[in-house]
């Protein structure tokens, strides 16, 4: 997400505005469960996939939702967490399931 994503998806304007999220020490990151529930409300936890994501693989679920990680600050497994369609917590996968999305993350700042 720091390096081809990153480079690509963001102008000058935008990069000068990112904040470095010092405990990642990244610019994009995944949420975890804790910035979850305190920036993130309820209705804003499902999501429905681009048109780049579903072509990479992505699987949309019947009410036209998909998964995306949630960051695992617990464990150093290889697994994680998934939001499912739903907006609720799944059972932590390997993240080799490559049918789960990513939803990137940004701090700003904003005057």
């Given amino acids: 997400l720091n390096g ?3 480079k690509q998806t963001f102008s000058p304007q935008e990069k000068a505005d990112i904040l470095t999220n010092t405990e990642l020490n990244a610019k994009v990151f995944i949420l975890s ?5 305190a920036y993130l409300p309820t209705h804003f936890r499902s999501a429905k996939a681009t ?3 579903v072509a990479q693989g ?6 036209g939702n998909s998964c995306w990680w949630i960051r695992n600050d617990e464990e150093n497994s290889g697994r ?3 939001m499912l ?8 996968l390997y993240v080799t399931n490559d049918f789960v999305g990513v939803r990137p993350a940004i701090w700003v700042t904003i005057e």
Avoid at 33 to 37: F, G, S, V
Avoid at 85 to 92: A, E, I, L, R, Y
């Fill in 4 to 6: 081809a994503f990153y």
């Fill in 33 to 37: 469960r804790a910035e979850i529930d």
């Fill in 51 to 53: 048109e780049y994501a």
């Fill in 58 to 63: 992505i699987q949309v679920a019947e009410n």
């Fill in 80 to 82: 994680a967490f998934p």
């Fill in 85 to 92: 369609s739903t907006g609720v917590v799944g059972q932590s």
